[in-house]
């Protein structure tokens, strides 16, 4: 049937309606092909010509720089310096082998090192830069630069390694650093990408490890342009990470360096408390180590000496280190008879040279006995008989108590290693962990710092530092942080009877000033600078009856790791407490022989910020002292010499 003109007319119309809408779309379509080819083939010509080449673009992370460590007078102890290395992402290389080969025969690495490396290549993934060797002279870094197109998949970076110009005297104290091991990543649950660089540094012990995350700051990163072979072509653009934060602690470094020389030969632990703010001006333990051996990776060599050595140099024992703290814990069990008014200034306990409790027989150090003694007198002379007698009225729970507010028993919180808790052991204790009652056999050997009573030399001169101010002197061991002061440990009243402290103190000051006190041979004699404290001595073994009997053997006579412990806690000067100082030596036999000498000549260094003069010590004893300050000033750094207080 024929179509109507108009019915045909209309349906050309939308037909051509239709074609010029499709052909719009069509012309839309084919402008931005257009728009597109042109962006391709001018404006992104440069990056698709790259790819055509087989190159292309990595990005890489930039290890900041790890944070400075200061001492109180603003001094590096912990600093960074230039290190050269050489690393080899397996992915760019090809033939790993044959790459290797060649460098070996540009620069000489040790067969250790490679063998490290090839296994951890194996270990990463392809595109994770491994570093062939590192410590390498600019010379060797100049003749890889010129080998370059002949080395695929090897760089030659410069980077970072921490130092420690102090080396052994803050060991204990900064720690070290080291690279990130498979342990140290399996302990981490969401780890830092940074982790993954090549022999990146993190803290592994002290106040690097504890202060990591403040220490390490944020990677940054770089673009680079890598052709087919693996060679760097060139870098596209850099943006720097944020370096760690700089930290400065409380230590005062050339104080620190002459307490670890005074410690030298010994197997010891010695703290130095600032009374004004709880700052730690010096923590040692004796015998160190250099622990710019670990940055670098200890040899099996070195590291077999150091586990070897019977006198621990690794364990930092002036904190992770617990003794029984013998006789000096005595002020301890004064204070809580007398805070319970259970025992009178004036009132005398007959010391016969024993005391028999149930039938069991508890002997003073003093065998013939020190007769009636009095307050005063039982810490002037330490006789052990007064305090048998007074903890059985206190008993151990009160002693415990009183214990804990003087510092024994907490784990003080500080950015060091394994700092310990200690024991102050009450009833509840023994019944929980050992599954007994306690017996009062316990009350008395604890009454004398025995038993299981065990202090820190870090809690011992928190002791010292409480008894000398009556307050809850807490130590401190970070000053600044990025330049933001850290909260002090002044700490608040104790609560204590302040005459009964008194007291207590004029004891402390008797035993090193009076004739017939324990620490008499190491007074103080600069009138201004004269010193209070208590010796102690801890037995590490048993004495039977029958070796009572027939005399008690000598510690010089015993093997070493038989001998007393000896201890000292004490503060100067008397009339103004400035410094409270502890002193433990492993088996070094009496507190007043071999820990009192150690703690004077280490608070007189302390209050004149250096080498004390002469007179401050007795007459008798000056050219002893005079060739002991020459073996030192000769043992300690340049650095440390005349230093002076801040």
Request: hydrophobic share 40%; glycine share 10%; with cysteine.
């Given at each position: 049937?024929?179509?109507?003109?108009?019915?045909?007319?209309?349906?050309?119309?939308?037909?051509?309606?239709?074609?010029?809408?499709?052909?719009?779309?069509?012309?839309?379509?084919?402008?931005?092909?257009?728009?597109?080819?042109?962006?391709?083939?001018?404006?992104?010509?440069?990056?698709?010509?790259?790819?055509?080449?087989?190159?292309?673009?990595?990005?890489?992370?930039?290890?900041?720089?790890?944070?400075?460590?200061?001492?109180?007078?603003?001094?590096?102890?912990?600093?960074?310096?230039?290190?050269?290395?050489?690393?080899?992402?397996?992915?760019?290389?090809?033939?790993?082998?044959?790459?290797?080969?060649?460098?070996?025969?540009?620069?000489?690495?040790?067969?250790?090192?490679?063998?490290?490396?090839?296994?951890?290549?194996?270990?990463?993934?392809?595109?994770?830069?491994?570093?062939?060797?590192?410590?390498?002279?600019?010379?060797?870094?100049?003749?890889?630069?010129?080998?370059?197109?002949?080395?695929?998949?090897?760089?030659?970076?410069?980077?970072?390694?921490?130092?420690?110009?102090?080396?052994?005297?803050?060991?204990?104290?900064?720690?070290?650093?080291?690279?990130?091991?498979?342990?140290?990543?399996?302990?981490?649950?969401?780890?830092?990408?940074?982790?993954?660089?090549?022999?990146?540094?993190?803290?592994?012990?002290?106040?690097?490890?504890?202060?990591?995350?403040?220490?390490?700051?944020?990677?940054?990163?770089?673009?680079?342009?890598?052709?087919?072979?693996?060679?760097?072509?060139?870098?596209?653009?850099?943006?720097?990470?944020?370096?760690?934060?700089?930290?400065?602690?409380?230590?005062?470094?050339?104080?620190?360096?002459?307490?670890?020389?005074?410690?030298?030969?010994?197997?010891?632990?010695?703290?130095?408390?600032?009374?004004?703010?709880?700052?730690?001006?010096?923590?040692?333990?004796?015998?160190?180590?250099?622990?710019?051996?670990?940055?670098?990776?200890?040899?099996?060599?070195?590291w077999t000496g150091l586990n070897e050595d019977r006198y621990r140099p690794l364990a930092a024992k002036a904190v992770q280190g617990t003794y029984p703290p013998g006789s000096t814990f005595k002020m301890i069990t004064l204070l809580a008879a007398m805070e319970e008014g259970l025992v009178a200034?004036?009132?005398?306990?007959?010391?016969?040279?024993?005391?028999?409790?149930?039938?069991?027989?508890?002997?003073?150090?003093?065998?013939?006995?020190?007769?009636?003694?009095?307050?005063?007198?039982?810490?002037?002379?330490?006789?052990?008989?007064?305090?048998?007698?007074?903890?059985?009225?206190?008993?151990?729970?009160?002693?415990?108590?009183?214990?804990?507010?003087?510092?024994?028993?907490?784990?003080?919180?500080?950015?060091?290693?394994?700092?310990?808790?200690?024991?102050?052991?009450?009833?509840?204790?023994?019944?929980?962990?050992?599954?007994?009652?306690?017996?009062?056999?316990?009350?008395?050997?604890?009454?004398?710092?025995?038993?299981?009573?065990?202090?820190?030399?870090?809690?011992?001169?928190?002791?010292?530092?409480?008894?000398?101010?009556?307050?809850?002197?807490?130590?401190?061991?970070?000053?600044?942080?990025?330049?933001?002061?850290?909260?002090?440990?002044?700490?608040?009243?104790?609560?204590?009877?302040?005459?009964?402290?008194?007291?207590?103190?004029?004891?402390?000051?008797?035993?090193?000033?009076?004739?017939?006190?324990?620490a008499y041979g190491s007074r103080i004699t600069d009138e201004a600078r004269k010193m209070a404290g208590k010796t102690g001595t801890s037995q590490v073994r048993r004495i039977t009856p029958e070796e009572r009997a027939a005399g008690v053997t000598r510690n010089e006579d015993l093997p070493w790791?038989?001998?007393?412990?000896?201890?000292?806690?004490?503060?100067?000067?008397?009339?103004?407490?400035?410094?409270?100082?502890?002193?433990?030596?492993?088996?070094?036999?009496?507190?007043?022989?071999?820990?009192?000498?150690?703690?004077?000549?280490?608070?007189?260094?302390?209050?004149?910020?250096?080498?004390?003069?002469?007179?401050?010590?007795?007459?008798?004893?000056?050219?002893?002292?005079?060739?002991?300050?020459?073996?030192?000033?000769?043992?300690?750094?340049?650095?440390?010499?005349?230093?002076?207080?801040?």
């Open positions: 049937m024929k179509r109507p003109p108009k019915d045909v007319i209309e349906s050309a119309r939308t037909i051509s309606r239709r074609a010029l809408v499709v052909g719009g779309v069509q012309l839309g379509v084919i402008g931005a092909l257009g728009w597109r080819l042109q962006s391709m083939q001018v404006e992104q010509a440069d990056e698709f010509r790259l790819l055509a080449e087989e190159n292309r673009i990595n990005i890489r992370l930039l290890p900041p720089a790890r944070g400075l460590i200061f001492d109180r007078n603003g001094i590096p102890i912990a600093a960074n310096e230039q290190n050269y290395r050489v690393v080899m992402v397996r992915e760019d290389a090809g033939d790993v082998g044959a790459v290797l080969a060649k460098l070996t025969e540009i620069v000489e690495i040790a067969p250790d090192d490679l063998m490290r490396a090839m296994d951890e290549m194996q270990r990463r993934s392809p595109f994770v830069p491994v570093t062939i060797a590192d410590r390498l002279s600019w010379e060797d870094v100049a003749q890889i630069n010129l080998n370059t197109p002949a080395l695929p998949g090897i760089q030659a970076e410069v980077g970072l390694s921490r130092v420690y110009p102090w080396g052994a005297d803050l060991a204990h104290v900064v720690g070290y650093v080291g690279p990130v091991s498979d342990y140290d990543l399996s302990r981490i649950d969401d780890p830092d990408p940074l982790l993954q660089i090549p022999k990146f540094q993190i803290g592994k012990t002290g106040a690097e490890n504890k202060l990591e995350q403040s220490l390490r700051g944020s990677a940054g990163t770089r673009r680079i342009e890598v052709n087919a072979a693996g060679r760097i072509m060139r870098e596209l653009d850099r943006q720097e990470g944020d370096p760690g934060k700089d930290i400065q602690l409380t230590i005062d470094s050339r104080l620190q360096s002459y307490v670890q020389a005074r410690l030298e030969g010994e197997s010891a632990g010695a703290v130095v408390i600032d009374l004004e703010n709880g700052d730690l001006r010096a923590i040692a333990s004796a015998p160190s180590f250099d622990p710019n051996l670990f940055v670098r990776g200890i040899s099996t060599t070195d200034a004036d009132e005398t306990v007959y010391c016969p040279g024993f005391t028999d409790v149930f039938n069991v027989r508890f002997h003073c150090w003093k065998g013939g006995g020190h007769g009636n003694v009095n307050l005063h007198e039982s810490l002037k002379q330490s006789c052990d008989c007064y305090y048998y007698e007074i903890s059985q009225r206190v008993g151990i729970d009160k002693m415990a108590e009183m214990a804990r507010k003087l510092g024994l028993g907490i784990r003080h919180d500080l950015p060091l290693s394994a700092v310990a808790q200690g024991l102050a052991p009450d009833k509840a204790w023994k019944t929980s962990v050992r599954g007994e009652d306690w017996r009062i056999g316990d009350t008395v050997n604890a009454s004398i710092g025995q038993g299981y009573v065990l202090a820190s030399p870090l809690q011992l001169a928190v002791m010292s530092a409480r008894l000398a101010t009556g307050r809850e002197v807490t130590p401190r061991l970070i000053k600044l942080i990025d330049g933001v002061e850290q909260p002090t440990g002044l700490g608040d009243s104790l609560g204590l009877n302040e005459n009964t402290l008194r007291r207590i103190r004029s004891s402390m000051y008797d035993v090193c000033n009076h004739r017939r006190g324990t790791e038989r001998r007393d412990h000896a201890l000292f806690v004490g503060f100067a000067p008397f009339d103004n407490p400035r410094y409270a100082v502890s002193v433990v030596v492993e088996h070094g036999g009496g507190g007043s022989r071999a820990a009192a000498p150690i703690a004077r000549d280490i608070i007189l260094q302390a209050q004149f910020g250096g080498p004390p003069p002469l007179e401050a010590y007795p007459s008798g004893l000056h050219d002893q002292i005079a060739a002991q300050q020459r073996r030192i000033e000769a043992r300690i750094p340049p650095g440390a010499k005349g230093h002076g207080q801040v």
